[in-house]
């Protein structure tokens, strides 16, 4: 893929500690000290070939980030082979199954975390009775192992809480921000539209002005008819809604597809996954990004061809694909980088990245939000 001239790539990524802690850059800092540690113990100890094993045992807890099935499988079955180890065998991988359960705790991946508790805790008592068979100290080793992980069960979860709660104060502050802008809105610009109609259905009234004149005030009492739907819009924002209410993203996603269509799109819009991933500012972001995306439909396609928005969802992200038609038009630099400015700016906090490029005759809008990361 080509950027299009004028128009390239825009990327908005995060930084600093929350990303450090929320991402899974966290897992892997002490994936790799745990490394480090077995190899330095390792050496001390004179273990030879022991630490290698450790430090696979590290290496495989550190690829649950990006791979949480096959690395978690393959750390659970390693960790199994642990169990044909000499007596008194000089390890460390025993530790490594407790770097996941924390990362996925913490990035409030709630299911990859139950069945890592699950297969880790299985294969870690049998370790721990490797070690005391037949001794009373098993019961003792098993209740260690059960109460460390416990504690980094209630440390993921006391974070993931603490996320969502400065989620919620973001959310509550931008409510409260496009509550102002709405009275705003209205004190102004709605009410010297309301004064210009009102003139110029008096003047259409009394016989003055022409199809101009009737053109102008037409497109005044839409301008009108628009901005009175935006305020709506704005105080009716409910970033904190539960479940329960209906979802702002399928009304966007529905009212695209309605514009695209009655303006000569023939228009499909495909939703993949569980919507109630979606925490409000990022249902909130996908809505303004589908707007933009018609918008730009719109503005520079290709009328009667074929429009395709996709939006796929699931526990680590959420990314939303737009395909249109432009021909050998490029879209107008100076309007679309505004747009997509402006989506940029709202992606950011959210960790999101955004690329629009042209392949031939089409164009591509790519929209990712990581979820569960957001600061």
């Known amino acids: 893929m080509v950027p299009v001239t004028g128009l390239p790539a825009v990327r908005a990524r995060r930084s600093g500690l929350s990303t450090l ?46 791979w949480p099935r096959w690395a978690g499988v393959s750390l659970g079955l390693l960790l199994i082979g642990y169990l044909f180890l000499p007596d008194n065998a000089p390890t460390m991988g025993e530790y490594a199954p407790l770097i996941p359960i924390l990362g996925t705790g913490m990035r409030g991946l709630r299911r990859q975390r139950a069945w890592m508790v699950a297969g880790f805790g299985i294969v ?4 721990t009775y490797r070690d005391y068979p037949d001794d009373p100290l098993f019961f003792l080793g098993v ?3 059960a109460v460390l992980i ?5 440390i993921g979860n006391l974070f993931t809480a603490y996320r969502r709660a400065q989620l919620d104060a973001s959310a509550y502050t931008v ?26 259905q008096r003047a259409e009234a009394s016989g003055a002005g022409g199809p101009a004149f009737e053109e102008l005030t037409a497109g005044v009492r839409q301008a009108s008819e628009e901005l009175r739907r935006s305020l709506n819009l704005l105080r009716a924002a409910e970033p904190l809604a539960g479940p329960d209410r209906d979802d702002p993203f399928l009304i966007a996603a529905e009212k695209a597809r309605n514009s695209l269509e009655l303006r000569g799109f023939p228009a499909s ?12 500012p990022v249902r909130s972001t996908l809505s303004a990004a589908l707007g933009e995306a018609v918008a730009n439909v719109e503005r520079h396609g290709l009328a009667d061809q074929p429009c395709a928005i ?46 629009a490029q042209q392949e031939g005759s089409t164009w591509l809008m790519h929209i990712t939000i990581p979820l569960n990361r957001t600061p």
């Open 124 to 127: 870690l008592a049998g370790l």
């Open 175 to 200: 409510l409260q921000e496009r509550l102002v802008l709405a009275r705003e809105l209205h004190d102004t610009s709605a009410r010297t539209l309301a004064r210009v109609l009102l003139n110029a």
């Open 269 to 280: 819009i495909t939703i993949d996954g569980d919507l109630s991933l979606l925490p409000g």
């Open 21 to 66: 802690l929320a991402n899974g850059r966290f897992d892997v800092v002490l994936a790799g000290a745990l490394a480090v540690l077995a190899v330095s113990l390792g050496g001390f100890r004179d273990a030879g070939w022991f630490v290698l094993l450790d430090v696979t045992a590290a290496v495989l807890a550190g690829l649950t980030v990006r």
């Open 143 to 145: 209740l260690v192992w």
């Open 310 to 355: 996709s939006v796929r969802v699931n526990e680590r992200e959420a990314v939303v694909v737009v395909m249109n038609e432009v021909g050998d038009r490029h879209p107008e630099p100076g309007r679309a980088r505004l747009g997509l400015v402006g989506l940029t700016e709202r992606l950011s906090p959210l960790g999101g990245e955004l690329e």
């Open 150 to 154: 416990g504690v980094l069960w209630l």
